[in-house]
């Protein structure tokens, strides 16, 4: 199963713009979707995640600008940008995971990620 995510671009400081993210086929299980991103010469970082029990997790930088919202009985998820920032371009990955106790990662998918470039 892989994970397709869509809406990447180029949009304008102060813009927006919506990602998505989708499985090419069924999750057995998941409790935690999430969108990372890298920039160039950066790594990964965790951008925005929400648990099944709808706990959201943001990056500081992205706080009140970016929003995630997912559906786990579908298993996608979407990632809100608002008013993004030059610095926010980076090619921008979903994630569907499942965990167990301790955090025990028992299942971990990844999209191809799609490239968000925030640039007048």
């Known amino acids: 199963v892989q994970l397709q995510a869509s809406g990447g671009g180029l949009v304008q400081p102060g813009g927006s713009l919506r990602l998505s993210c989708q499985p090419s086929g069924s999750i057995y299980a998941s409790n935690v979707l999430g969108w990372y991103r890298q920039a160039p010469g950066k790594q990964r970082e965790l951008v925005a995640s929400?648990?099944?029990?709808?706990?959201?997790n943001y990056a500081d930088s992205v706080k009140g600008r970016f929003t995630i919202s997912g559906d786990f009985t579908k298993n996608t998820v979407d990632l809100q940008m608002n008013s993004p920032r030059p610095e926010d371009t980076a090619v921008y990955y979903c994630n569907v995971r499942w965990t167990g106790p301790r955090s025990t990662v028992l299942a971990d998918y990844w999209g191809q990620g799609t490239l968000v470039t925030v640039s007048s």
């Open positions: 929400i648990t099944r029990g709808g706990v959201r």
